[in-house]
């Protein structure tokens, strides 16, 4: 759904803000640099205005991003678990819809608004969950809408925030390569640059480093990628491939950006098991396609370019691949009739 974030929601988000003691900050599952860069920028700004600040995170970030993890305060590291009721306030970054965050499972009452929610983000997926959103589906990353608002609040950044916010932009835009890069995008790294970090900082752990399993893993997929007649690529992986690769699901990341540079493909998608889950990745590079309307019909969403989704279930390989779903309820979803 459009949003059109007026200069009145800034000024609600920045009074939730000043009048908030302790502030859970919440990154989305399977976090990415974008969604932890927003959190980490957060952390670091609210702790200085003497803030209790949280970061959490329902799963573990990936070891390429361990030098966002570092940049925490006071040796923080991102929660599992936390006492839900002890927060006034909850601010939300980069999940395009309400489940993306994983703790409504483990907290019932977390998105009912019970604590007050900041929805910041830039999915076209996004539901408008929050009591403030703070979402517009034309800016590059969260990491560009928080920065907005830390312009709105006229607060002081330092070097480490500067590096978290750059940190998301890089990794939403394919470092200034997707279409999503515009104007406000050079504009606003710019400004983060002249703290004086050097960018190799973000690229070499962002894009420039695999390990040996991962690789084989590409190489797996790359090998085994089909087309079918309506120019769909596709690729699948099992967790009996992972465990032959002695790879983990969290090594499938960036394989579908190389997939969906395949010219003759209306879109590319990536299936992958990930312990009783199925993770599907979709990408294209046509402007007559929509992955984020495909997204949204497994609970899924994203942008028009680059969406994904999870269902609960398993691959099954007949003479075609089949989405099992395991919740008995999903039988006549789509899910059950969707075949590669």
């Known amino acids: 759904m459009p949003f059109m974030v007026n200069i009145e929601s800034y000024n609600q988000a920045q009074e939730l803000i000043l009048n908030s003691k302790k502030i859970l900050l919440v990154s989305h599952r399977r976090p990415d640099g974008d969604t932890?860069?927003?959190?980490?920028?957060?952390?670091?700004?609210?702790?200085?205005?003497?803030?209790?600040?949280v970061a959490a995170c329902i799963d573990e970030p990936n070891s390429r991003l361990e030098f966002l993890t570092k940049l925490l305060m006071n040796g923080q590291t991102f929660q599992r678990t936390f006492d839900y009721n002890s927060f006034d306030?909850?601010?939300?970054?980069?999940?395009?819809?309400?489940?993306?965050?994983?703790?409504?499972?483990?907290?019932?009452?977390?998105?009912?608004?019970?604590?007050?929610?900041?929805?910041?983000?830039?999915?076209?997926s996004n539901e408008g969950f929050g009591t403030v959103n703070l979402v517009d589906t034309k800016a590059a990353s969260a990491t560009v809408m928080v920065y907005r608002l830390f312009k709105h609040?006229?607060?002081?950044?330092?070097?480490?925030?500067?590096?978290?916010?750059?940190?998301?932009?890089?990794?939403?835009?394919?470092?200034m390569m997707h279409s999503n890069t515009n104007a406000e995008t050079y504009a606003v790294s710019a400004e983060l640059m002249k703290f004086g970090f050097n960018i190799s900082e973000i690229v070499r752990p962002l894009l420039k480093s695999a390990t040996f399993a991962q690789m084989k893993l590409w190489g797996h997929v790359l090998e085994t990628m089909k087309k079918n007649n309506k120019d769909v690529v596709y690729?699948?992986?099992?967790?009996?491939?992972?465990?032959?690769?002695?790879?983990?699901?969290?090594d499938t990341g960036g394989i579908i950006d190389i997939m969906s540079t395949i010219t003759d493909a209306r879109f590319t998608v990536l299936l992958a098991e990930d312990n009783g889950v199925v993770k599907g990745s979709l990408r294209t590079q046509r402007d007559d396609v929509?992955?984020?309307?495909?997204?949204?019909?497994?609970?899924?969403?994203?942008?028009?370019?680059?969406?994904?989704?999870?269902?609960?279930?398993?691959?099954e390989k007949q003479t075609v691949w089949r989405i099992v779903p395991s919740d008995e309820g999903l039988k006549d979803s789509p899910l059950t009739r969707v075949s590669m």
């Open 89 to 124: 306030l909850i601010i939300i970054s980069d999940a395009g819809a309400h489940h993306m965050t994983g703790f409504h499972d483990l907290y019932p009452d977390f998105l009912s608004k019970k604590v007050p929610i900041i929805n910041i983000d830039h999915h076209a």
């Open 153 to 175: 609040m006229n607060v002081t950044l330092d070097k480490e925030m500067a590096i978290a916010l750059m940190t998301g932009i890089y990794n939403d835009t394919g470092g």
């Open 235 to 250: 690729a699948v992986v099992s967790e009996e491939d992972l465990k032959r690769l002695h790879a983990s699901s969290g």
């Open 36 to 53: 932890l860069g927003a959190t980490v920028a957060f952390q670091r700004l609210l702790t200085k205005m003497g803030k209790f600040a």
């Open 290 to 315: 929509n992955l984020s309307d495909l997204a949204s019909q497994f609970g899924g969403g994203g942008h028009a370019k680059a969406s994904g989704f999870r269902v609960p279930g398993k691959l």
